[in-house]
């Protein structure tokens, strides 16, 4: 007995020791910052511990506030944090473990000399990495390879593009059925389940205008068990588990039925994108395109990557994408589009819910500038641009509840920044084990934004311009960056605007979103109720209701469409 307890008790001991030593060495290195510290003894980039954390979700309600530092250690705490830690500790501080430091900051200085420069600062291999298994792209590359991959993936981001993202968006969202059997009794839709139906419509834009693949969710060419948007599907809504297993080597017996199902999945999107991507690469070689034809966000890199393929110098660097470099990005694509759009649209609406008076104020826009005949698809480069009010809501949600709390970088070299501290600013140098991370979540609930910071108010991004008409005015730099600025800015950024203008236009078109009263509650308290529900979040992926049932929306028909 007493040998089987050494057995177990020196392994851990060992470890327990080894990482005493090493956070006493990054408790020392932190203090060179002259900036608070706050210790934790287990950190984001501790992959045992992303799944073990779950289990100890009891500790923040330790006494005498001794778990404090559990909220800290998942990557995007800052959603759950919203603008406490800045209001307590200031723009900057650093979080210390054993494994690193992260200098979290939302000064400007310093996040426009890290984020705003591609060349001394890069993204974390780790994480970058994650979703690379199809191939290497745009977001897991850096330097000389991240320029090639930027090159050819920017060209399918085009404003024919954004013609199919219009037309598909506003198609889709005037077929969306929000009315559920329940609706009847007044009980209307949980946030959990309004969530999934703009999931499924935020990946059905996707796959038509990344793919090209305008068919039905369930149909399956000859020879596929499963049709893409199946698999797609499958996979963007279990991202973590495929990014967890994916690698896994067990036999398929070993497997409980979701993996199973899940690596059937991947398989077979790896089929799709290979068919895919030979059927463009022998039609760009064979038809030139005509015209302002929209083509797949596919298409056009195929195309794009086929031009440079042409104009690779002998002996040059490679100036083009190898196939699977084209599967990673198409890929890449897919998870980075739908998350974050569908997770706008459910914060939207929630909030549009709990503020009729800015519904009404959407509403009056939409009515200015659409045909209220529902088969009429209004024309992009005419009312997109004159839609300020519905994407100045996008623009509002996206502070609100931004889909990347934190986006972290290391230097390549030990690097020097200015840092603002309680004595006054000076300049730190910043050694390559150590992480900055943007806290654009505490940027985006400054009180840099004035007394209303936390309060839903889409108008504070409009402005009466001079010949009246109003105007967008969107504030540049980290104070706001739910896109990221500097080169490696969301090339989707114009894509999701548009996916979030049309649908949201659309949806107000047909419908009023209201929030559901609980029996003898006032309308008040249900709008109070709702909001409390959407002020608590939690991060996976993207921004997520911790307690999507507790709160229901009723869509109610509006009939300008005589429906
Ligand atoms: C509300 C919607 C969206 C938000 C808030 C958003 C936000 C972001 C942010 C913050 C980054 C920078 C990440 C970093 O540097 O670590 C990023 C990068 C990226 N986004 Fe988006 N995104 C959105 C929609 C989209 C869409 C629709 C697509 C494609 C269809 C897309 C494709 C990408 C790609 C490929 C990158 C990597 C770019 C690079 O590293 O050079 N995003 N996005």
Known sequence: MMLYSLLILFPISIFISRRMVRLVRNYISARKYGLPIIIIPVSFEDAWWIVLRPLFSFIPRLPFN???????????????DGNRSLLKYGENFVLCSPTSNVLVTSEQGIVETVFGSHGKWAKQQDQSRLFAFYGENVSSTHGDVWRR??????SAFNESTMWSVWDEATRRAGELSLVDADVEGGNGLTLAMVRSKFDLLAMQILSVVGFGQNTDLTERPTGHQESL?????FILQHIILTVVFNSLKAPDFLLPGSLRRLKVSIKKLGLYMKESVLQHVQSAKSKPVHGSKALSLLESMVRANEASKQEQKTGGPRSYLSDSELYGNIFVFNVAGYETTASSFIFALSYLAAHPDMQDWAVEEIDRYYDHDANIIPDYAETYPKLVRCLAIMHETLRLA???????????????????TKTGARTVTVEPDTLVGFNTTGAHLSPRWGPDALSFNPKRFILPSSSG????VVPEGPLYAPFMMGPRVCPGKKFSQVEFVAVLARVLMDWRVE???????SEEHARLRLMSVVEEKKFNVSAHLKRPEDARVRFVRQGKFGK
Do not use: D, F, Q
């Not at 991959?149 to 920017?154: E, F, N």
């Not at 929030?515 to 509650?521: F, L, Q, S, Y």
């Open 66 to 80: 001794l778990g404090h530092w559990y909220l800290y250690t998942t990557m995007g705490w800052t959603t759950e």
């Open 149 to 154: 991959h930027r090159k050819i993936t920017a």
């Open 229 to 233: 948007m199946e698999c797609l599907g």
């Open 402 to 420: 931004t889909p990347a709390p934190m986006l972290v970088r290391y230097p390549y070299v030990p690097t020097e920044v200015l840092v603002t």
């Open 469 to 472: 008409e109003e105007e967008l």
């Open 515 to 521: 929030v559901v009263r609980g029996v003898g509650e």
